[in-house]
């Protein structure tokens, strides 16, 4: 999953150098992906395949279309691609968030958690390293799109043939209409959604950014390497935090933590400011999206889950959406990323701040507003 959703940021100046594509265009086809994400999440409860087909097929898709990038020149294909490149990856988190995640708690062995998230966080890196060493390599756009394709494949294949044993088919019950519309109008999933919109932005433009700074690829690179190391590290340091704090508190700080790295770059303009802003942000998403599913688990009705971590997955995905296509827009008007930072980060502190006042719940209930 790291090396599909994310392979796109550091290939995107890449893209642009070999003159495939702007910075708009750069934003519509992330927001594609986040699309085909989003609406993938609207429908995981609904497909009508065994979750260890779907496990599969979503795998060795996420390997195909990455691969299938440097074998089209056409923008039109690449939409086609990246959306379902990201329908797929959500169908890989409803799935593992579902199910893995219940099967590690009912073990007891919840500490191993930290561990199954930071697998997107060592894609990303992977991804980073791989592009810097093409960057002073010279290898052109299409072929890290190769490359990211086989790794991804060589990945995935042995994890489908050994998959082990069939999950649950479990679906979410329909349940009271009332209850369902209370997931779908609560403050945790309008703050996971604003965590989507928070951490894109830089996901999608770290590397443009820094190389404001810096024209050196060897300089200007690491943007994205450290970024994704963060991500890595941060679930396994977050699950030694929660036996100490709440998957709320825990969520709360890394979101206000987002927000300041966000503020950064805005406050002091400098290639450093962009690498701490990196660390800040991928240091913290993933962190979010694992405490957040852990919130869903907790509180919502059992019968709930699927549909709930869906309804929080599609809200995720409705913030990766509107934030490349705000910030292309943003910077192509002031070109500069600076109001979009501004804006998101207010929207990170405001979401944050209501999480803060919700009442602990029972667990076990709706996830309520």
Not at 78 to 92: E, P, Q, T, Y
Not at 100 to 107: E, G, I, M, Q
Not at 166 to 190: D, F, H, Q, Y
Not at 329 to 354: G, H, M, N, P, R
Request: charged share 10%.
């Amino acid at each position: 999953m790291g090396i599909g959703r994310f392979g796109y940021t550091p290939l995107l100046p890449l893209m642009r150098q070999d003159g495939l594509l702007s910075i708009s265009e750069g934003g519509l086809l992330a927001s594609v992906h986040y699309l085909g994400y989003l609406l993938g999440a609207v429908i995981a409860t609904r497909i009508p395949l065994s979750p260890r087909t779907v496990f599969r097929l979503s795998l060795l898709s996420i390997a195909l279309t990455t691969m299938a990038m440097a074998m089209a020149d056409n923008f039109s294909i690449w939409l086609i691609l990246r959306f379902w490149c990201g329908a797929c990856s959500a169908w890989v988190l409803v799935l593992i968030a579902n199910y893995y995640l219940k099967y590690l708690a009912s073990t007891g062995r919840e500490n191993l958690q930290g561990w199954v998230f930071s697998g997107v966080g060592a894609g990303i890196a992977i991804a980073g390293l791989g592009v810097l060493a093409m960057t002073v390599s010279h290898i052109g756009s299409a072929s890290g799109w190769m490359i990211f394709g086989v790794i991804s494949l060589v990945i995935v294949l042995p994890i489908c043939i050994n998959i082990g044993p069939e999950i649950s088919a479990a679906r979410s019950a329909p349940g009271n209409p009332k209850r369902r519309r209370a997931a779908l109008i609560s403050r945790p999933v309008i703050a996971y959604g604003a965590a989507g919109l928070g951490y894109v932005i830089p996901a999608t433009f770290l590397p443009i950014m820094a190389r404001e700074f810096a024209q050196s690829p060897v300089i200007f690179g690491w943007s994205w390497p450290v970024f994704g190391m963060s991500a890595f590290l941060s679930t396994l340091l977050a699950a030694k935090f929660q036996r100490r704090f709440s998957n709320r508190q825990i969520w709360v700080t890394s979101q206000v933590i987002m927000a300041f790295g966000l503020l950064l770059p805005v406050i002091y303009p400098h290639l450093l400011s962009i690498i701490i802003a990196g660390i800040c942000v991928g240091g913290t998403f993933m962190i979010i999206t694992m405490v957040g599913l852990r919130e869903a688990h907790r509180t919502a009705h059992p019968d709930q889950v699927t549909g709930v971590i869906a309804v929080m997955t599609a809200a995720f995905a409705t913030g990766q959406i509107i934030g490349p296509i705000f910030g292309s827009l943003v910077y192509d008007l002031t070109q500069s990323f600076s109001a979009a930072l501004v804006l998101t980060s207010i929207t990170l502190v405001v979401t944050a701040i209501t999480l803060m006042k919700l009442p602990n719940g029972k667990p076990r209930g709706t996830l309520q507003s």
